[in-house]
C-alpha cells in the first residue's frame, strides 16, 4: 500500500499512518446536532471526512467510518449548563422530539448527498444508546474520577489531573482553565468549574430524559462519542475527527473519559478542520452571518448575491487545505463556481480530442500526472495541490484539442483515466455541477417561455390569430404578463 503521512493534533506533527490492524481501518467523526438545518461550517468536517474515506478506501483500506447523529440537543458547547434545544423545540412546537430530530436528519442527509458525501458505514444515535453512556459513566465513578451531586454525576478533573494529565489535546493546563472560567456562573453543584457533567438530572419541564441509578436525567454531551466509538470501533481505534472547535472541552473531555474509564487513550489519529469564516468574521446567528446549507443552494439569504450548487460548495471548500481556514464570500464562491465550471470543461474535451498514431504527449505524462497527484493527497491530504496538477493538465487538454500537442489513442484513455480518477473518485466532484439550482431552473424555465412565445411570433405571422391567443392565454393562467413590443415581446411572471 502507498505510505500515507497525516497530521496528528494529538502530537502535533505529521506521522506516518499505520493502522493498527491493517487492512482495517476505524473512523469516528462527530456528527451534527439535529435541531436545525446545517449550516456551511458543518460542510466542511463532512467534506473532509469523505475525502479521508475515499482516499484510504481507493488506497485499499477497509475503512469502518462511524458518524454519530447528536439527537439529544445538548448547547453547543457547554454540555453542562445546556438547554436541551431538540426538547424546547419540540415543546414549542408541539411535536415529539424525535420528530424534531427526524426532520432535521432528513435534510441533513438530503444535504450530504447534494455535497457528493458518500454515506458513512454506520450512522449512530445519542439517544439509541444511552446504555452504552450510562456504562461509561459507572466506570469513571468506580475508577474514581466522577462524583454524584443532586442527581447529576461530573467528571472530577482536578482528581484526574493529579494521576494523568488534563489537556493533552489542547495544550491547556488546568490551571489556566480554571483562571478562564472562573469569571463564570457560579460553581453550584460541581467542586470545580472545570468538572464537566456525565450525567444530568432533568429538570421537571424538561422532556427528553431516560431512567438511571442517579436520576432521571440525559448524558452528558461528551459522553456519546466515547462510548459509541468504543462499542463500533472498539477500545482502540485509528482515527476521531471533526472541526478545530471540538479540540476543547469536547476531544479533550473524550481524552479524559477514555482514560479514566480504560486506563488509556482510545484514539490513535486525531484529525481536525479548520474553521470557515465569512467575511472574516466567525459564524453566528447573532451576526446575521449565519447561513444554511439549503439556503447557498436555494440562494436564499440577504448574504447571497445568487444560488451556489452543491458541487461549488464542495469545490469550494476543497481548493483550501483542510488545515487552513477558509474565508466564504459571494466573490470567493462565484471564483470556485468558475473553476469548477473550467475543470469540467476539460474532462468533456477528452471526448473531442483526435488521436493519432504517434504523439507528443506520452505515457510519462500520463504517469508523471498520477504520481503528482498521489504525493499531493498522501501528504496529509493536500487536495489543492491535486486540484493545481489538474489544472496543468487541462492546458495539456486544451494543446491537444488545438492540434499543438498530438497523442495516441492509448495514451489519451490512460490520460481520461487518471483525471476522472483524481477528479470525481478522490475529490467526489460531479458533472452537471450548477444543474438543480433554482437559478439554473429559472433560467432554463425561461428558455421555455421564449420558446413558446418564439412559436406564438409564427403564428402572429401566419395570421393564426387562435394558436397566438392560445399561447398568451395559457401563459397569463400561469402567471405570465406577455407584453407585444415593437421588434417581439416581452415578458414577466408575476408571483
Ligand atoms: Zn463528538
Not at 472541526?243 to 474509564?261: K, N, R, T, W, Y
Not at 409564427?458 to 398568451?472: C, E, F, G, H, Y
Request: glycine content about 8%; charged content about 25%.
Amino acid at each position: 500500500m502507498r505510505p500515507l503521512v497525516v497530521y496528528n493534533t494529538r502530537t502535533r506533527q505529521k506521522e506516518a499512518f499505520r493502522p493498527l490492524n491493517a487492512p482495517h481501518v476505524g473512523m469516528y467523526v462527530c456528527g451534527p446536532t439535529v435541531y436545525g438545518d446545517a449550516h456551511l461550517g458543518h460542510a466542511r468536517p463532512a467534506i473532509t471526512f469523505d475525502i479521508v474515506f475515499r482516499y484510504l478506501t481507493h488506497l485499499g483500506y477497509k475503512v469502518r467510518y462511524v458518524r454519530n447523529i447528536t439527537d439529544v440537543g445538548h448547547l453547543e458547547h457547554d454540555a453542562d449548563e445546556g438547554e436541551d434545544k431538540i426538547a424546547k423545540k419540540a415543546r414549542l412546537e408541539q411535536l415529539e422530539p424525535m420528530e424534531v430530530a427526524q426532520y432535521y436528519t432528513n435534510r441533513f442527509h438530503d444535504a450530504m448527498h447534494a455535497l457528493g458525501c458518500l454515506p458513512p458505514s454506520i450512522e449512530p444515535h445519542a439517544t439509541g444508546h444511552i446504555i452504552e453512556q450510562e456504562q461509561l459513566v459507572k466506570e469513571i465513578l468506580e475508577a474514581g474520577f466522577a462524583y454524584e451531586s443532586n442527581g447529576s454525576v461530573y467528571f472530577d478533573v482536578e482528581a484526574y489531573n493529579k494521576k494523568h494529565r488534563y489537556g493533552v489535546l489542547s495544550g491547556r493546563n488546568l490551571d489556566d482553565i480554571i483562571n478562564n472560567s472562573r469569571e463564570l456562573a457560579g460553581v453550584g453543584e460541581k467542586k470545580n468549574q472545570a468538572d464537566f457533567a456525565l450525567w444530568k438530572k432533568a429538570q421537571p419541564e424538561h422532556i427528553m430524559r431516560w431512567p438511571s441509578p442517579w436520576s432521571d436525567g440525559f448524558p452528558g454531551w461528551h459522553c456519546e462519542c466515547t462510548a459509541m466509538g468504543r462499542k463500533y470501533l472498539g477500545s482502540h481505534f485509528d482515527i476521531h475527527g471533526g472541526g478545530m472547535d471540538l479540540v476543547f472541552p469536547h476531544h479533550e473531555c473524550e481524552i479524559a473519559q477514555a482514560v479514566a474509564s480504560q486506563g488509556d487513550e482510545m484514539v490513535h489519529y486525531w484529525i481536525h478542520n479548520n474553521m470557515i469564516t465569512i467575511n472574516g468574521q466567525k459564524m453566528g446567528k447573532s451576526l446575521g452571518n449565519f447561513i444554511t446549507l439549503p439556503q447557498f443552494f436555494s440562494g436564499d439569504h440577504e448574504k447571497l448575491t445568487q444560488a451556489y450548487a452543491p458541487m461549488v460548495i464542495r469545490f469550494f471548500i476543497l481548493q483550501a487545505h483542510y488545515r487552513s481556514t477558509v474565508d466564504f464570500s459571494n466573490e470567493a464562491l462565484q471564483a470556485a463556481e468558475k473553476g469548477l465550471e473550467r475543470l469540467m470543461d476539460a474532462f468533456k474535451a477528452f471526448d473531442r480530442i483526435k488521436t493519432s498514431n504517434e504523439g507528443t504527449v506520452g505515457m510519462e505524462f500520463v504517469e508523471g500526472l498520477k504520481e503528482k497527484c498521489y504525493d499531493a493527497m498522501s501528504d496529509d491530504f493536500n487536495t489543492p495541490i491535486v486540484i493545481s496538477h489538474l489544472f496543468d493538465a487541462s492546458r495539456t487538454l486544451n494543446l491537444l484539442l488545438d492540434g499543438k500537442e498530438t497523442i495516441t489513442a492509448e495514451v489519451l484513455a490512460a490520460f481520461k483515466e487518471a483525471f476522472s480518477l483524481f477528479t470525481f473518485d478522490i475529490l467526489g466532484l460531479q458533472q452537471g455541477a450548477s444543474e438543480g439550482t433554482s437559478a439554473a431552473r429559472e433560467e432554463a424555465y425561461g428558455e421555455v417561455v421564449n420558446m413558446l412565445l418564439e412559436q406564438r411570433m409564427k403564428a402572429k405571422q401566419n395570421k393564426d390569430w387562435a394558436t397566438s391567443d392560445l399561447i398568451r392565454d395559457r401563459l397569463a393562467a400561469l402567471g405570465f404578463e406577455v407584453k407585444d413590443t415593437k421588434d417581439g415581446y416581452s415578458w414577466k411572471l408575476n408571483k
